[in-house]
Nanobody
């Protein structure tokens, strides 16, 4: 069974930076798209950023110019560098990956358990 484990969350002051990591484990043939989502209290989960296997990126409007997503295909790991953090960035951040496992040609979506990012103003 594939697992995604996020790390790097925590408490930071507004204007500061954090770097999130998401490591994968389990039987993996290939990982296609990977992404970061977030969910603030009382709000729906939203896309923060995504990245294809070929490193094409996509960002939510609220984080463009401040956040950078990257990945290491050899390590099956995705990162999110967050700069110029704002109070409104406070949320639980979830990693998502489209994973192809042995014996299955489909890429199935897998979620991590989430890591809390709190930005104090």
């Amino acid at each position: 069974q594939v697992q995604l484990v996020e790390s790097g969350g925590g408490l930071v002051q507004a204007g500061g930076s954090l770097r999130l990591s998401c490591a994968t484990s389990g039987s993996i043939i290939r990982i296609n798209d990977m992404g970061w989502y977030r969910q603030a209290p009382g709000k729906q989960r939203e896309l923060v950023a995504s990245i294809t296997r070929g490193a094409t990126t996509n960002y939510g409007d609220s984080v463009k110019g401040r956040f950078t997503i990257s990945r290491d295909n050899a390590k099956n790991t995705v990162y999110l560098q967050m700069n110029s953090l704002k109070a409104e960035d406070t949320a639980v951040y979830y990693c998502n990956a489209a994973v192809v496992q042995p014996g299955d040609y489909r890429a199935l979506g897998v979620w991590g358990q989430g890591t809390l990012v709190t930005v104090s103003s």
